[in-house]
Nanobody
């Protein structure tokens, strides 16, 4: 049974930073594609960042490029999302996603999400 548990969300002022964590169990982050999505109020779920299985390909949404960084610690079996220069429009529930490839990962495993609220 694969489980993903996010943490690190919270309330932060605009311009601040947060680091989200996604602890995986039941499968290794090192052999999977991993990613972060978000869903804001009355908005569709959108891709924030994704890393390929080998870690050589990383994609970001245009809205977060230069501000957010995805990484993973294979020893801790954890994926991170470092978020800097946060804006009110970054307010959303952030969800961790894991799957065998970037093309198919959304069909596989999801965490329960962590709330990020950015005040102006």
């Amino acid at each position: 049974q694969v489980q993903l548990v996010e943490s690190g969300g919270g309330l932060v002022q605009a311009g601040g930073s947060l680091r989200l964590s996604c602890a995986a169990s039941g499968s290794s982050v090192s052999i999977n594609a991993v990613g972060w999505y978000r869903q804001g109020p009355e908005k569709a779920r959108e891709l924030v960042a994704v890393m390929s299985r080998g870690g050589t390909i990383i994609n970001y949404a245009d809205s977060v490029k230069g501000r957010f960084t995805i990484s993973r610690d294979n020893a801790k079996n954890t994926v991170y999302l470092q978020m800097n220069s946060l804006k009110p429009e970054d307010t959303a529930v952030y969800l961790c996603n894991l799957g065998p490839s970037r093309a198919t990962m959304t069909r596989f495993y999801w965490g329960q999400g962590t709330q990020v609220t950015v005040s102006s």
